[in-house]
């Protein structure tokens, strides 16, 4: 018998290892010839292993290169070979069946891999539109476990609504031209989009809403749907006669990032002129979801607050940004007819001061920053988030809201400047000066409403006033980022948007480890690293010790 | 099965007799408690520790462990000359190869097994996602299980232990970087298909993020059944080549 001792390498070694390269080598060029149906770079380099495999097994051990093919080897070989290569096909044939079947439990105690019943809800939902909905998903070859993992939360929106929102995903490499529409956002990682689909089973690009695809997969993608939804259903119309801020505008001046913002969200926005209206006497459109009213600097003459007031009564929303302004006859100066109209509607006007806030402010104590924010509504809910100074809003030279005590609809504020701040009542020595200073029975002190909000209940009309028109002009909408916050929440609100797309987060029972102090660090980190290795060393020199005794 | 039980208890009883046995034990502890410790130290007021972060580590490791644990099993048998005695002993092909695979296993399972200490002490901590951990724990075993399989074949296509170890540690690091195929395989369906082979491409997406995929136990489970049927093929190939 002829053994090999210590580490030496035989003939009978190399040409073992030269037979398995063979195997492999000419087994994955054929797979590689079946799959692709040409023969590629990686087939040719198979096959070349494969062959010279051959070869090295050939030359170290020619006899059983030779018995391989012939006589009784071969036909045993042949045996193995095919009751092997029968198994494989019966556990391939296991393997599909149990992949078509898709079976998976959820095992994370917060259920993260399973519809809640608001998702389910907003899906019932779904399956009542006309049109149906795909999932479409950019995937590099690269990102194929994000794909895998990401596959099994969309798998379980097909399942919930029967197949009727569908899953594609594309690989932007390969379908360059594909990915072009989508090019703005898959830049910035945004990779997944929900999108009606067309007669011809087509996307809708027109309708194509992205999803934020982080840790919370099912509130994105809930949300995204929702959205989609609803796209289309609301209409925000922006006043244009009154000399407000031009929505379509796109320098510092203008409103165009508001605008489209709105529009990215699925709202359909339009421009609207009170005056028109009043000259071809007609009325505020029926499918008006809210009137923006953004900076006006002309007051609106009887007959437009009449159209007004007939568009509230019948469940209107008006969001109304009012500037302070130096000139005699401001938009909503106090003791003005609007002003007025706004205060016995709804319980609350602006009033002629400018808020000095030496607490909360920005560059100076004209430029407030929300030192308080009340979110009994969606309004404030985003603004002033812990730890996120951008989100707070920030006005310059804003004027005061008065709310009433005794509103004749339910009202409230959702931005309070600080308690040291007042309202400087004279706006003149601010404007030619840029002196202020609290005087005690002249000037109201802080803290003063700067955003108001009213809803009558009975009739759905709503209004949020502002007491400044600058935050939205493309120059401050974006920085900070609670100014565009405080319109789009607004927005939301006022026309129900916001509750159509409202989706609870998700309450997770796993919370990250806190604990005190390093010593118990310090302690777990001796026992695991240490004792627990230790131990097991110890009971094998004890077991060996035993053994080498005997 | 009584054949099987014997080689079983023959099998563990040379593991827990070996002086190699602890240290890879030691070593496996070792590089889990470094890598548990650091988790901890991560995760302080930040996020819940990782449920799966010993089964995710255990997927490279059993890379390395696996041939390591396997090499001896019937590589040595063969070279000692052993083997013979055993295939001319009333004992089937079958009973041999199953009966070391399970003590293989069983002696992983005792490893990782120790691992759950590091849950308990978690729990002393922090509410820990118990379902998560036992669910990727359940994988990990399976993965345990495919990759110890592997090693076997090559430790009965071979006398040489260090031989058996390089051929199966290749042939796992194979089927364990198959999940990144994509990075350098263009076209995305071979990559999905060398992806839908690999090891890892059933744990990453699945067991390790907490679900439990059919498809993924039938992958497992189906890559022991063919690993094992080809050990067994190879060591009755002893008989007539």
Sequence with gaps: MNRSKGLSITRDHLAQIGSIFAGIGLLLGALGVVWQGNITLFISVAFGVGILGMVVWAFFAPQAFKGFFTGRQAQKGTVSLFSTLLLIGIVSLAYIIARRESLAVDMTVDSRFTLDEQSLSILQGATRSIRPIRITGFYTPDQLVQREVDDQYWQLYSNATNGFISREYINPNAQPAVAIPYEEYLQFGVNVFVSFLNPDGTIDPTSTVPVNNNNSQERNMTEAIARLLVAGTFKVYFERSLDTINPIENNQQGMSFLNNTLRTNGLITEPLSLADLVQQGDEIPQDASALIIARPLRQPTDAEIAMIDRYIKRGGALFIAGDFSPIPDNFMAEGSAFNEYIWQTFGLRLLDAVVVDPASSGQSALDVLSAAVFSENSIGANINQQNKPETATLFRLARPVEVSATPPVTNGSVILSSPLSWAERDTARVIERNEYRAEEGIDTAGPLTLVGWANNQATGAKVILVGDGEFMTNGLSQNPQGNNILFLDGVGWLTGFSQSIEFTPQIFVTSPLIFVGGDLLDTIGFVVVIVMPAIMLLVGFIVSLRRFRR | ?241
């Design chain 2, 1 to 241: 099965m009584r054949t099987i039980w014997l080689i079983f208890q023959r099998e563990m009883a040379s593991y827990f007799m070996s002086p190699l046995a602890y240290l890879i034990g030691a070593g496996f502890l070792v590089l889990t408690g470094i890598t548990f410790n650091n988790d901890i130290a991560f995760a302080i007021t930040v996020r819940p520790v990782d449920p799966a972060l010993i089964p995710n580590l255990l997927t490279l490791l059993m890379v390395l462990f696996a041939p390591l644990l396997t090499m001896r099993l019937l590589a040595e048998e063969a070279r000692e000359g052993t083997l013979e005695l055993l295939l001319t002993s009333p004992i089937s092909d079958f009973s041999v190869v199953i009966g070391k695979f399970l003590s293989a296993w069983a002696y992983f399972t005792f490893l990782l097994l120790i691992t759950l200490a590091y849950q308990v002490i978690l729990a002393q901590l922090t509410t820990p996602d118990l379902a998560h951990v036992a669910g990727s724990y359940l994988g990990i075993w399976l993965y345990g299980g495919a990759t110890l399989a592997v090693g076997l074949v090559f430790s009965a296509l071979t006398d040489s232990q260090l031989l058996s170890a390089f051929l199966s540690m290749i042939a796992l690091f194979i089927l364990y970087f198959g999940e990144s195929v994509g990075e350098v395989v263009g076209n995305i369906d071979v990559a999905q298909l060398i992806f839908n082979l690999s090891l890892q491409g059933h744990f990453a997406p699945s067991f390790a993020v907490g679900i439990l995929r059919l498809e993924d136990v039938v992958y497992y489970v189906g890559l022991m059944v063919v690993m094992l049927f080809i050990a067994i093929r190879l060591l009755e190939s002893r008989r007539w080549r």
